[in-house]
């Protein structure tokens, strides 16, 4: 696609049920990031992939958060025992090369009841 | 030290004027300023963006001013249009970073008819 597409769009989880958020970047993008954003405020950083291999998770905010991309393309953000602090849209971001220019994804929108 | 600092939290302006958003950062490394507009349910899309190198970068209605001295920088918007109202985000990167960007809080800008 043209884009980067990430899925599901919208996602209900109750209170302690384990979550996977995909993101499929734009074919041969090699950076990838996933993004955090609360209501009203602004993206903050989760993690970064350059490649396959996971360069930077110093913003991920807990051990229940865990992110993977094994073949160096598609991603996969999964948070586990879901908290209602949780409850954010979740945005991958990708980049031909390590420039700052990137795309964003549409972004998966989470809530945990 | 890695905050960047927004201002105004919303803006209203009328068609055909100028808007002006603001910002503040403290870490003298980063090097890479970016402007990103955001609609509803969609990810942030860059805008303009600006090395510390120049003091003003211009791109169609939309023009970065960059004070590196006073570490401020402003996203100026001639002839605001109504398709123009949307969330505003400024970032700033580097400083060893792997291509992460902090992002300020965000300015609503609504531009009346």
């Known amino acids: 696609g043209a884009g980067v597409s990430q899925s599901p769009r919208y996602k209900v989880a109750k209170r302690g049920q384990d979550v996977a958020l995909r993101c499929d970047p734009i074919?041969?993008?090699?950076?990838l990031f996933w993004y955090q954003q609360a209501l009203g405020q602004g993206p903050e950083f989760l993690t970064y992939?350059?490649?396959?291999?996971?360069?930077?998770k110093s913003g991920l905010p807990s051990d229940r958060f865990f992110a993977e991309r094994p073949e160096g393309s598609v991603s996969t953000l999964k948070i586990q025992r879901t908290q209602q602090e949780d409850s954010a849209v979740y945005l991958c971001a990708s980049s031909p090369t390590r420039w700052y220019g990137y795309t964003f994804g549409s972004g998966t929108r989470l809530t945990v009841v | 030290q890695q905050q960047v600092k927004q201002s105004p939290q919303s803006l209203i302006v009328q068609k055909g004027g100028i808007s002006i958003i603001n910002c503040a950062y403290e870490n003298t490394a980063f090097d890479y300023f970016p402007w990103y507009q955001q609609f509803p349910g969609k990810g942030p899309a860059l805008l303009i963006a600006i090395r510390p190198d120049v003091s003003e970068k211009k791109e169609g209605r939309f023009t970065i001013s960059f004070n590196k001295s006073a570490k401020q920088f402003s996203l100026h918007i001639m002839d605001s249009q109504p398709g123009d109202s949307a969330t505003y985000f400024c970032a700033a990167g580097g400083g060893g970073s792997q291509g992460n960007l902090i992002f300020g809080k965000g300015t609503k800008l609504s531009v009346k008819p």
């Open positions: 992939f350059q490649n396959e291999a996971q360069l930077d």
């Open positions: 074919s041969g993008h090699v950076s």
